[in-house]
């Protein structure tokens, strides 16, 4: 099993619709969990830490789930500039370990 | 801050011959980490240093692959010899971590293919 598990998509949603990614992790030792954006031939960019009590920046929340070993990150209102990859994760023994990442394209 | 830089960004390079990946981490942050990126096992973290020290490699593939820190502002992975599997993109990435890893950012990347 990988210790994070994503499911990649693609996901194509037309503009305005709101659309959720989920993802699993193996380890519940795992301290911190973040959600990374990565463009096609970029490199991967921070989007938005997560927390416990789930936290909001605009248009997107994330959300952890601890006992269930499950963080989801929700975008509203999706714009065209939202296509990308989103990336799942976790920090777990110091070492940050990344989701294959959900592929998202917005349609017009 | 120029960001983490890397070089080269490209390379096209023959099977058998030595590959050398350089980064300049930002300057204050004490983790450095290279990640390899390909579509089948997406970003694999290989290496990772923390003051100059490395502090795991159970990610480098092989003893092909070897990766030094001589000091805070330089690093460099080195790929010899060089396979055609070993084709992927090549991030350098560093952060500040008093407690650890937390956020951290990404070079622009190398996308080396071996021929």
């Known amino acids: 099993r990988k210790e994070v598990e994503q499911d990649p998509g693609p996901f194509n949603v037309p503009e305005g619709a709101t659309v959720a990614f989920n993802c699993t992790y193996s380890?519940?030792?795992?301290?911190?969990f973040f959600w990374y954006r990565q463009d096609c031939r970029k490199e991967p960019k921070l989007l938005m830490s997560?927390?416990?009590s789930g936290n909001e920046d605009g248009r997107f929340t994330a959300q952890l789930n601890r006992a269930s070993q499950y963080i989801s990150l929700l975008i509203r209102d999706s714009k065209l500039s939202d296509s990308a990859t989103y990336l799942c994760?976790?920090?777990?023994?110091?070492?940050?370990?990344f989701g294959q990442g959900t592929e998202l394209s917005v349609k017009p | 801050d120029a960001g983490v830089i890397q070089s080269p960004r490209h390379e096209v390079t023959e099977m058998g011959q030595e590959v050398t990946l350089r980064c300049k981490p930002i300057?204050?942050?004490?983790?450095l980490f290279w990640y390899r990126q390909t579509m089948m096992r997406g970003l694999e973290l290989l290496i990772y240093?923390?003051?100059?020290?490395?502090?795991?490699d159970s990610g480098m593939p092989e003893d092909r692959f070897s990766a030094k820190m001589p000091n805070a502002s330089f690093s460099t992975l080195k790929i010899q010899p060089s396979e055609p599997r070993d084709s992927a993109v090549y991030f350098c990435a560093s952060c500040s971590g008093t407690g650890g890893p937390n956020t951290i950012y990404f070079g622009e990347g190398s996308w080396l293919t071996v021929v």
């Open positions: 997560v927390y416990s």
């Open positions: 380890n519940s030792a795992s301290q911190s």
């Open positions: 994760v976790v920090l777990q023994g110091g070492k940050l370990i």
């Open positions: 240093f923390n003051n100059n020290v490395p502090i795991d």
């Open positions: 300057s204050g942050h004490d983790y």
